[in-house]
């Protein structure tokens, strides 16, 4: 079970506003990679981000160019979880691969709101907030491995 805050954006958030473009070519640890994360879109975001919150979002997050850093800044950053109605396939997997959950629930996405309270059970599938209760598929067993060892490589070790 996972407790954290909404972040709440629209559709298409692309890799480019997740971790900025200009950054791509810039060799850096993950910690930093996080003070860089959505500071295009929402400047505010690393100032007031917490460790468990989630993101929620429109259609088709991760749009774009195929940049890992945009899983890890949000990692790093201290996001728990991205629910969004849906997500580019290569940023699906490089989430996944990061350890960090992506889980496409429309209602969700509908019914909450930025600084909502939510807990997420990802054995269940279920997101629980005071606006409801938000079932997902379930992440297959392969899939929970990956997320509770922190990422893919981890997972192998």
């Given at each position: 079970?996972?407790?954290?805050?909404?972040?709440?954006?629209?559709?298409?958030?692309?890799?480019?506003?997740?971790?900025?473009?200009?950054?791509?070519?810039?060799?850096?640890?993950?910690?930093?990679?996080?003070?860089?994360?959505?500071?295009?879109?929402?400047?505010?975001?690393?100032?007031?981000?917490?460790?468990?919150?989630?993101?929620?979002?429109?259609?088709?997050?991760?749009?774009?160019?195929?940049?890992?850093?945009?899983?890890?800044?949000?990692?790093?950053?201290?996001?728990?979880?991205?629910?969004?109605?849906?997500?580019?396939?290569?940023?699906?997997?490089?989430?996944?691969?990061?350890?960090?959950?992506?889980?496409?629930?429309?209602?969700?996405?509908?019914?909450?709101?930025?600084?909502?309270?939510?807990?997420?059970?990802?054995?269940?599938?279920?997101?629980?907030?005071?606006?409801?209760?938000?079932?997902?598929?379930?992440?297959?067993?392969?899939?929970?491995?990956?997320?509770?060892?922190g990422g893919l490589i981890p997972?192998?070790?």
């Amino acid at each position: 079970m996972s407790r954290g805050r909404v972040w709440k954006y629209g559709d298409g958030v692309n890799t480019d506003v997740i971790f900025p473009g200009k950054y791509t070519y810039s060799p850096m640890e993950p910690e930093e990679m996080a003070t860089h994360a959505l500071e295009d879109l929402d400047p505010g975001f690393t100032a007031g981000v917490k460790q468990g919150d989630v993101i929620v979002a429109g259609r088709n997050f991760g749009c774009g160019s195929s940049r890992e850093q945009a899983a890890i800044c949000l990692k790093y950053a201290g996001v728990r979880a991205v629910i969004a109605e849906s997500f580019a396939r290569i940023f699906y997997r490089n989430a996944i691969n990061q350890g960090l959950p992506a889980i496409q629930c429309q209602e969700a996405v509908k019914a909450l709101e930025a600084g909502d309270e939510l807990e997420i059970d990802f054995a269940k599938g279920l997101i629980l907030s005071g606006r409801g209760e938000f079932p997902f598929p379930p992440f297959p067993e392969s899939v929970l491995k990956i997320l509770a060892a922190g990422g893919l490589i981890p997972s192998l070790l």
